[in-house]
């Protein structure tokens, strides 16, 4: 399956089903482990790299994410002003928890009816969580793992017969509880230099900056030509 011609071009249009974000090393992750990503309703591109490479070779593609610099603050005021209600599972037990604690004091009427680490002792705590969830019904459901942990998350989720509206975030949970708002600086944020900030908060990142990023540049450049190639013979 080529996972750019699942990408979408657009941004989203209010809250509905299940969405989650692709930069140069989940996408990778994504080849390898073979993620039904066609499960989800749609993918957006969570980098300005990944953005430029793929415009270059003719992918229509514009950044979102799901944080402070993107759509985050746009989903929690929703999420507020209609009144319904919000599960979150990701990060450590005392990260999820201070996230929570920043979410409640920056947004006092948002209804979270519960609230899970993404770190599972074993598959029968997963399948727990995935059971409450089901059993909660929340009308949205916020999962931070990672790639691809938090999409094979959601699927499973999906397949135990929840329906609602879905978002991953990646590390956005642990961002937010240890810096307690926006994450990236703004001089950061606006010369797309977010990439180089977090490596300077969290230098473990290094070889997914030097090494997997151009790893997945080549593989993008592929399937972005291959998915050309194919959608000019598709229009003959």
Same mark, same amino acid.
């Given at each position: ?28 992750? @994504?080849?390898?482990?073979? %993620? ?5 309703? +749609?993918?957006? $591109? *969570?980098?300005?790299?990944? #953005?430029? !490479? ?64 993404? @770190?599972?002792?074993?598959? %029968? ?5 995935? +059971?409450?969830? $089901? *059993?909660?019904?929340?009308? #949205?459901? !916020? ?85 050309? #190639? ?7």
């Amino acid at each position: 399956m080529n996972i750019l011609g699942l990408v979408s071009a657009v941004k989203l249009d209010g809250a509905m089903g299940c969405t989650t974000f692709l930069n140069h090393y989940s996408y990778l992750v @994504h080849k390898r482990c073979g %993620t039904r990503l066609d499960a989800f309703d +749609a993918i957006h $591109v *969570d980098g300005i790299a990944m #953005v430029w !490479l793929l415009r270059a070779f003719g992918v229509r593609a514009s950044r979102l994410s799901f944080d402070y610099s993107s759509i985050a603050d746009a989903v929690f005021q929703w999420l507020e002003m209609n009144r319904k209600t919000l599960f979150i599972a990701g990060a450590q037990q005392g990260e999820i928890v201070s996230f929570v604690t920043c979410l409640r004091d920056r947004y006092p009427a948002i209804s979270i009816v519960g609230f899970e680490s993404g @770190h599972f002792e074993s598959d %029968t705590n997963r399948a727990n969580c995935i +059971a409450k969830i $089901v *059993d909660l019904k929340p009308d #949205v459901l !916020l999962v931070g793992m990672g790639a691809p942990l938090q999409e094979d998350f959601i699927i499973d989720v999906l397949d135990k017969g929840w329906s609602g509206v879905a978002y991953t975030c990646g590390g956005f949970i642990h961002q937010t509880a240890a810096k307690g708002g926006k994450y990236y600086p703004p001089i950061f944020d606006r010369l797309h230099l977010r990439w180089l900030y977090r490596l300077i908060d969290e230098p473990k990142l290094w070889k997914r900056y030097f090494i997997s990023y151009p790893v997945a540049s080549a593989h993008l450049i592929k399937d972005a030509i291959v998915l050309r #190639v194919f959608s000019a013979r598709r229009y003959r």
